[in-house]
């Protein structure tokens, strides 16, 4: 993990003569590098990316896998499902800077981030059907919440691996770029986003994963309870203050 001084940290998933695929050595690593994120008020945007040209993350380490009982297995893939999910609750603004191939659990951890930016030239599918399994670390749940059911019901079914253009047309990603732009693009994102009060992202991002999981009064209840946990903040003061003096706000996440 790198972290700047300007409140973005890196996360480099760093297996790349393994295509970044999950190994349990890096699922711990990617276990303390969120516990750390987590509890660093000073973070307040995350980018995911993969080492190397090749993959972002290839999923599940199969050679690994391999030698496992039943029983290791269902524990890995429970590691997997509960890794992504320390990732997608992160309380910062996560973006997800997709170089390379993205495959079943690749895939799934990218669906956990909140804005996913693809290499033109990556290509991504959850392909486990093919190996007689399915998606286990939320790949069934978040990607009809994403890009609707029928078309993940037909991604899934076909174990259809798609490239960047097609995944940007359903929604997949965001945006995409050369990968020699890639990070590049990622830090323009997180630094559109650092210019803003850090506990509204927090707040507002609460407010959205949350809302959408129910139904429109419950999810407005939400919003309204996340907008009050803003009112008494040193923060919303300051952006009052700088809009009447005309000046740029600097906000400190109080």
């Known amino acids: 993990m790198e972290k700047r001084n300007d409140g973005i940290a890196i996360v480099t998933l760093n297996r790349p003569e393994a295509a970044n695929a999950f190994s349990k050595q890096m699922l711990y690593d990617l276990h303390d590098a969120v516990y750390h ?8 945007v995350v980018i995911l990316t993969g080492s190397g040209e090749k993959a972002f993350c290839a999923g599940a380490d199969l050679k690994e896998r391999k030698g496992m009982s039943d029983s290791e297995v269902k524990q890995t893939v429970r590691l997997i499902g509960g890794t992504i999910k320390e990732i997608e609750d992160l309380p910062q603004p996560v973006i997800a ?8 659990g690749g895939l799934e951890l990218a669906l956990a981030c909140d804005l996913r930016i693809g290499a033109i030239e990556a290509m991504l599918g959850l392909t486990e059907t093919s190996l007689a399994i399915i998606p286990g670390a939320g790949g069934t749940q978040r990607l009809p919440r994403l890009i609707g059911l029928g078309k993940a019901k037909e991604l899934i079914f076909t174990a259809k691996r798609l490239t960047a253009e097609e995944a940007a047309t359903i929604g997949l990603f965001e945006y995409t ?25 927090i707040q507002a991002k609460i407010a959205m994963n949350r809302g959408v ?13 996340a907008y009050d946990a803003l009112i008494p903040t040193a923060d919303r003061l300051e952006g009052l203050n700088a809009f009447a003096e005309k000046r740029s706000p600097q906000y400190k996440g109080q």
């Open 97 to 104: 800077a997709i170089n390379g191939v993205a495959f079943g």
């Open 37 to 44: 994120i987590k509890n660093d008020a000073n973070v307040r």
């Open 177 to 201: 770029v050369p990968r020699s732009d890639l990070l590049e693009k990622a830090f323009e994102l997180a630094e559109s986003m650092l210019k803003n009060g850090p506990l509204a992202l």
């Open 213 to 225: 999981e129910v139904d429109l009064a419950t999810g407005l209840k939400m919003e309204e309870l």
